[in-house]
């Protein structure tokens, strides 16, 4: 079966840009979840969603949003990006509460 | 805050020498899990144990999970370059049911 999908894989943007990342679960997969990583951090997690509902919030700020559609998909949100936002955004697909984790390749950001 | 120490953080050896990486935390775990990362891909999982003292092989990686399910290793027999990645170990909080991860360990193994 297909895996997680992450499009897309490399973007550029500027300082106070936003941008849009969207994830693509395993089929039966209801499960989303973002992760932010970053080389002095590691992984961050952001959010989880399950049914169109988010379910789990990490620590970032308001800035950082997403949503789940019927379908499963997921996408993130990031508006008013700063330079410290460049990372490797990671989304990541389960059953609920099986706390299993299947990756995507991740979204590679970098602000200018 | 939760916190899943791993080390080392930074792992270079010659291929054939054997290796061992630790992930510590001063909380309890229902279940551990390591997962490894190659450049330019996400994590992917090896391997997930959940009974205090389970000890699990994937070939040559040995899986421990601590007695006390607080801490886990992961030891690679006779590494080879394909074992290079990065190397992360999660942790799912027995009250929270929330997971969470190390810092990771790089490895490097040199042909």
């Known amino acids: 079966k297909a895996g997680v999908t992450q499009t897309p894989r490399y973007l550029i943007k500027t300082r106070g840009q936003q941008v849009t990342l969207s994830c693509s679960p395993i089929?039966?997969?209801?499960?989303v979840s973002w992760y932010q990583q970053t080389p002095g951090q590691g992984l961050q997690f952001l959010f989880e969603y399950f049914s169109e509902t988010q379910r789990n919030k990490g620590n970032f700020p308001g800035r950082f949003s997403g949503r789940q559609f019927s379908n499963s998909r997921s996408e993130m949100n990031v508006s008013t990006l700063e330079l410290g936002d460049s990372a490797l955004y990671l989304c990541a697909s389960s059953l609920w509460g099986a706390n299993v984790l299947t990756f995507g390749a991740g979204s590679r950001l970098t602000v200018l | 805050t939760q916190l899943l120490e791993q080390s080392p953080q930074f792992l270079s050896i010659q291929e054939g020498e054997n290796l061992t990486v630790y992930c510590n935390s001063s909380?309890?775990?229902?279940?551990l899990q390591w997962y490894r990362q190659e450049p330019g891909e996400g994590p992917v999982l090896l391997v997930t144990?959940?009974?205090?003292?389970e000890v699990k092989k994937l070939k040559r990686l040995t899986f421990q999970f601590g007695d006390a399910r607080k801490d886990s290793s992961l030891h690679i027999t006779a590494a080879q370059p394909g074992d290079t990645g990065l190397y992360l170990c999660?942790?799912?909080?027995?009250?929270?049911?929330?997971?969470?991860f190390g810092q990771g360990t790089t490895l490097q193994v040199k042909p």
């Open positions: 999660a942790g799912t909080n027995s009250n929270t049911g929330k997971l969470i």
């Open positions: 089929s039966g997969h209801r499960s």
């Open positions: 909380s309890v775990f229902s279940s």
């Open positions: 144990v959940v009974t205090g003292g």
